[in-house]
């Protein structure tokens, strides 16, 4: 159910002042604000699985049909209006195959390369059982840390893996004071601070998707990545965790490898 508005007749909740577009820092100070209408990126996470049925195929039907995919997705990655990684979860995963990482200043250009890999063969024999999309904004708690210009831009797929899932936040998590939020958010990153080969690229998904953030870690060390996540369980911040699942392992793989390793 969504929020609602600050005139129902509900009273306020302690420690969450209500008024006409606020914004609230960690000290608790709430000032006004205009809309914030800067460009910033979408990102989509698009996940597919390949039909068993397109393997029996002959050989130079699937040639023709990953050589099709390969050109397209080529073409895609030397646009300057959108960025693409793709990823391979075969083997790592039994409901997905590959991963194409999307990422632009408009949601149009991610609609449009869905259309043209649509219009293949090889899309008659694919599934898409998850797609996420999420924005890119500043982070209210590492900004005091980072600086304000932190987390405005993503540089994808730096690393041999990226590791991804939806997460949402418990609604008691927003009944908390800021200076409990930071508090526990401090925690958090202090935690994971130790974790220097890890990158996470947190993107807000508030009522453009079903779950609140998309979180994608990237990382040549699984084993690292494993030990952080194992160290975040034991910080209050995990308390507020509703869901987090999903959780994704993605190799890093140019699309001629995917095509050869699932067609």
């Not at 911040?237 to 993605?250: E, G, I, K, V």
Request: charge should be negative; hydrophobic fraction near 40%.
């Amino acid at each position: 159910m969504a929020d609602e508005p600050a005139s129902a007749t509900h009273a306020p909740a302690p420690g969450r002042p209500r008024g006409p577009m606020v914004d609230l820092d960690p000290s608790g100070q709430v000032t006004s604000r205009e809309p914030d209408r800067t460009v910033r990126q979408f990102l989509n996470y698009a996940f597919f699985k390949l039909n068993p049925a397109f393997r029996r195929l002959s050989l130079d039907e699937r040639g023709a049909a990953a050589q099709e995919v390969i050109s397209l997705v080529r073409e895609w990655e030397a646009r300057d209006e959108i960025i693409l990684r793709t990823y391979s979860l075969v083997g790592l995963r039994a409901d997905c195959d590959f991963m194409i990482w999307r990422i632009s200043n408009d949601p149009a250009n991610v609609q449009a390369m869905q259309a043209a890999l649509n219009a293949t063969t090889l899309a008659g024999y694919l599934e898409q059982p998850y797609s996420f999309t999420s924005l890119q904004k500043r982070s209210q708690y590492v900004n005091r840390i980072e600086g304000a210009g932190h987390g405005v831009e993503i540089l994808p797929g730096q690393g041999k893996y990226l590791f991804i899932y939806p997460f949402v936040k418990t609604r008691a998590w927003y009944n908390l004071s800021p200076h409990a939020r930071q508090g526990m958010m401090d925690e958090h990153i202090n935690a994971a601070s130790q974790f220097k080969g890890v990158r996470i690229n947190t993107s807000y998904s508030y009522g453009i998707d079903d779950q609140e953030f998309v979180v994608s870690f990237d990382s040549d060390y699984p084993q690292e990545f494993v030990d952080l996540v194992g160290r975040l369980r034991y910080t209050e911040a995990s308390l507020y965790t509703l869901r987090d699942t999903p959780m994704f392992t993605c190799a890093k793989a140019d699309i001629e490898t995917i095509m050869s390793q699932i067609a």
